[in-house]
């Protein structure tokens, strides 16, 4: 089953890639390997702002990292041509929690990505990881989260 498939039979629709905010471009393509710039948690109804261990639970937190994940697979499909299947893996994520400093539970956030990756694309969603807490996030977001991946 194609990625494009997986991800309709989920219900999700892949916005267009969201433009750079500042001098940097959303990604670069080196060979095979894409790098996704930081997507921040924004979806249909805006920008998902709070602090995880303040104002904000780990499962809305895990919800708005599931929407980084959804704006990185945007990117990923405009790198590819408008295509989602020229992806070939997950290679990374990086994630970023935007959370008090007593906050430790950074990975069950970044988990919302992390799960929604691998239930949208099989074993090729798997990924190595890293999940920290940030004192401070663009425009306030809960989360930010960049990617690596290889593409066809």
């Known amino acids: 089953m ?5 991800l309709a039979d989920l219900g999700v629709s892949l916005p267009d ?14 060979g095979s390997t894409l790098y996704v710039s930081g997507q921040i948690s924004n979806g249909p109804d805006g920008l998902v702002t709070g602090k995880l261990g303040a104002d904000m639970d780990v499962d809305a937190g895990a919800a708005a990292a599931r ?14 041509g408008g295509d989602i299947d020229g992806l070939l893996r997950v290679v990374k994520l990086t994630g970023f929690v935007n959370s008090t400093a007593d906050f430790t539970d950074q ?8 799960d929604f990756l691998v239930e949208a694309l099989g074993d090729a969603g798997r990924h190595a990881r890293s999940a920290v ?5 663009p425009l306030g977001v809960a989360v930010e989260i960049e990617g690596i991946f290889e593409i066809k």
């Open 133 to 137: 807490s940030a004192a401070a996030l």
């Open 67 to 80: 929407l980084c994940a959804i704006s990185l697979l945007a990117q990923v499909k405009a790198a590819c």
């Open 2 to 6: 194609s990625f494009a498939s997986r």
């Open 17 to 30: 890639a969201p433009a750079p905010a500042a001098n940097y471009v959303p990604f670069v393509k080196s």
């Open 107 to 114: 990975p069950k956030v970044i988990n919302g990505a992390s």
